[in-house]
């Protein structure tokens, strides 16, 4: 079946750095990627929608210039955490399409980030 | 805008019946979820229903859709403690220009011998 290889599964960093998160699709193309991020005990919250070639779509209330989205390829698509600050520890996740209707959105493992 | 609500927690006795419950909003969704989540895990697919249909089985999940009332319910029977996990119900809504999946909180299920 269709895999969502997401990376790291966790990191650690400074206030003020940033974070890279990668987000593959291994044995299908991925057109549409979807980022989600989830506080502890709490559902996923939809970020933004990812579109190979093109600028992504934000959800209202998620600040673009912060959490920078790159979908260069059919098979990746990056998130990028921009200064974080402990306010953005949290877990993301990300999840595509994989065009088969029903079943069509495969999620990675997620991504723990921890800002101290 | 689109709303999926469910209770946020369950206990039951291994062995016995497992339902979460479920509400949604948008009413045009084609397909609707249930994922589990384990902790500090993705999300996994548990099964989905399409919304011409009352009831899917599939082994030990029964998946109950009222699409007049908007509502959707899992039962999981013979429940184990294996199935101590977050259960998601979701939607699929179409807006700005995607179908994009909409997540209820999530109902905690807690089994216990």
């Known amino acids: 079946g269709a895999v969502v290889s997401q990376h790291p599964s966790w990191v650690i960093c400074k206030s003020g750095t940033s974070v890279k998160i990668e987000c593959r699709s291994l044995d299908f193309q991925a057109t549409t990627m979807f980022w989600y991020r989830q506080f502890p005990k709490q559902s996923l919250m939809l970020m933004a929608t990812s579109n190979e070639g093109s600028k992504a779509t934000y959800e209202q209330g998620v600040e673009k210039d912060k959490f920078l989205i790159n979908h260069a390829s059919l098979t990746l698509s990056t998130l990028t955490v921009t200064s974080a600050h402990p306010e953005d520890s949290s877990f993301y996740i990300c999840?595509?399409?994989?065009?088969?209707?029903?079943?069509?959105?495969?999620f990675g493992s997620g991504t723990r980030l921890t800002v101290v | 805008g689109e709303d999926v609500e469910q209770s946020l927690f369950l206990s039951v006795r291994e062995g016995d019946s497992s339902v979460i419950n479920c509400t949604y909003t948008d009413s045009s969704s084609t397909y609707l979820y249930w994922y589990k989540q384990e902790p500090g895990a993705g999300l996994q697919l548990l099964t989905y229903i399409f919304s011409n249909m009352d009831m899917k089985q599939d082994q030990r999940l029964t998946v109950l859709l009222n699409k007049k009332d908007k509502h959707l319910s899992l039962r999981i029977a013979d429940t184990q403690t294996g199935d101590s996990a977050i259960y998601f119900c979701a939607e699929i809504s179409f807006s700005g220009g995607y179908n994009k999946l909409i997540f209820g909180a999530g109902t905690r299920l807690a089994v216990h011998p």
């Open positions: 999840s595509a399409r994989t065009g088969q209707a029903a079943e069509g959105y495969t």
